[in-house]
């Protein structure tokens, strides 16, 4: 399995920037793709994840800011990240995930943000000023 990420950088508040994640998934297609960020001194948190058919799940913190997307035909993830905050301010790290099923219908539960996850890329620092 292979996730590398690119795209980071630093921005002003209120600005915009794309993170990109190269997979191979290699027999784990199955897993769910997203990204999580961990800066120093905090806790390590489940940004957003994306499943197969689509679905997405966002931490509270970047709804209606941050947006996760892929290409399977390019084998990449994308984060577009807008209205950036200081706080947004972290290495972010791509990352898969398994995905769960519910085990009486069958039905794919929501990816699991705050993993564990079973692979994970280097990661890209993400630096905000105010």
């Known amino acids: 399995v292979k996730l590398v990420e690119s795209g980071g950088g630093s921005v002003q508040a209120g600005g915009s920037l794309r993170l990109s994640c190269e997979y191979s998934?290699?027999?784990?297609?199955?897993?769910?793709l997203g990204w999580f960020r961990q800066d120093s001194g905090k806790e390590r948190e489940g940004v957003a994840f994306i499943r197969g058919d689509g679905s997405t799940n966002y931490a509270d913190s970047v709804k209606g800011r941050f947006s996760i997307s892929k290409d399977d035909a390019k084998n990449t993830v994308y984060l577009q990240m807008n209205s950036l905050k200081p706080e947004d301010t972290a290495m972010y790290y791509c990352a898969a995930v398994p995905l769960l099923v519910d085990a009486a219908t069958m039905t794919p539960l929501e990816c699991p943000r705050e993993g564990p996850y079973d692979f994970r890329g280097q990661g890209t620092q993400v630096t905000v000023s105010a």
């Open positions: 998934l290699n027999g784990y297609s199955s897993h769910c």
